[in-house]
């Protein structure tokens, strides 16, 4: 009796375990997707490692997975928006996990069809080590939300050189939006979310929008941003404006100076020319009065002394 005892009690000690080691977490019960936009179910799972066939222990392998929408135990012949033993899923789901504890979906192009409930369930090679979460991943389609634009700059003037980054979001779902960006009507090369303006210029400046690249009708308020020179305005570096001042200043003044030589020379040479012809003024009217003079004493009958 003691030893039967033993025996259930190790039998029932190895169900818990494989039992306990089996989970599906689902680190979102439910979430908001945009229609045309793209969701992603995040989900782990603890694969059940064995169980017990009487007295010995029987290793488990998951053979099979899949997703089903609005079903609570997605088994045997319930339709599957994706399995990964059928070729004929749906392209819009894709199967971002694995066969040992990854289980994420991702669902592109969100329809208005996807609003549901979706479970994953894990299939092992024997049904001991068959499994899903009941709870699931509720998905709620909004098609009214309209898509915002978010600067990273609380001001709308920036000045030139700046850095700015846009981001294309919507209220409803924080998943990452593929989209388009317009540029003052025309369409920007950028597919994604985040739109980066490294060192602005004036050709930065404009009207932005953004929309679902499957759903223009998402398009977003325009956001106007404004680049302003800044000190320097349109004109050259100021590097080059001193220096071209500099020259302006050096020229001008060896042109003063070249103008005070010249003026300081012509002076000079005029007052020399000058000097002699007014000496040689003064000594011949000094001559003449000598003259004159000794001529008047002559006549009065004195000596001259020459």
């Known amino acids: 009796m003691a030893v039967w005892d033993k025996n259930l009690l190790w039998s029932f000690m190895f169900l818990l375990a494989g039992a306990v080691g089996q989970t599906v977490i689902y680190p979102?019960?439910?979430?908001?997707?945009?229609?045309?936009?793209?969701?992603?179910?995040?989900?782990?799972?603890?694969?059940?490692?064995?169980?017990?066939?009487?007295?010995?222990?029987v290793p488990l392998k998951i053979v099979r997975v899949r997703?089903?929408?609005?079903?609570?135990?997605?088994?045997?012949?319930?339709?599957?928006?994706?399995?990964?033993?059928?070729?004929?899923?749906?392209?819009?789901?894709q199967y971002l996990g694995d066969m040992k504890t990854n289980c994420t979906l991702q669902i592109r192009d969100v329809q208005q069809g996807d609003s549901a409930?979706?479970?994953?369930?894990?299939?092992?090679?024997?049904?001991?080590?068959?499994?899903?979460?009941?709870?699931?991943?509720?998905?709620?389609?909004?098609?009214?939300?309209?898509?915002?634009?978010i600067s990273s700059s609380d001001d709308k003037k920036l000045s030139r050189?700046?850095?700015?980054t846009l981001l294309c979001a919507s209220v409803c779902t924080f998943h990452q939006l593929e989209v388009t960006w317009f540029k003052d009507g025309h369409g920007l090369s950028e597919t994604g979310p985040s739109l980066h303006l490294y060192s602005l210029t004036a050709?930065?400046?404009?009207?932005?929008?953004?929309?679902?690249?499957?759903?223009?009708?998402?398009?977003?308020e325009p956001y106007s941003l404004q680049e302003e020179a800044g000190a320097g305005g349109n004109l050259p570096p100021i590097p080059g404006v001193v220096f071209v001042v500099l020259l302006a200043v050096i020229?001008?003044?060896?042109?003063i100076i070249k103008r005070g030589q010249l003026s300081f020379v012509s002076a000079a040479c005029l007052s020399v020319n000058i000097k002699p012809t007014a000496q040689r003024g003064e000594g011949r009217t000094i001559r003449r009065n000598l003259?004159?003079?000794?001529?008047?004493?002559?006549?009065?009958?004195?000596?001259?002394?020459?």
Not at 140 to 149: F, Y
């Open 291 to 306: 003259v004159q003079i000794q001529l008047e004493l002559l006549g009065q009958g004195k000596d001259v002394i020459l």
């Open 251 to 255: 020229a001008l003044i060896l042109f």
């Open 203 to 220: 050709e930065d400046s404009g009207n932005y929008t953004c929309a679902l690249k499957k759903n223009m009708k998402t398009l977003s």
């Open 67 to 93: 997703w089903c929408k609005n079903h609570e135990i997605c088994q045997g012949s319930t339709p599957s928006v994706f399995d990964i033993n059928s070729t004929n899923s749906d392209p819009r789901y």
């Open 161 to 164: 050189g700046e850095t700015v």
């Open 117 to 149: 409930t979706f479970r994953f369930r894990m299939e092992a090679d024997h049904p001991e080590g068959h499994f899903i979460n009941r709870t699931g991943v509720t998905v709620r389609v909004d098609d009214s939300t309209k898509i915002i634009i």
């Open 28 to 57: 979102l019960t439910s979430t908001c997707a945009v229609r045309g936009s793209t969701v992603t179910l995040p989900c782990t799972f603890t694969p059940r490692k064995s169980f017990s066939d009487g007295w010995r222990e």
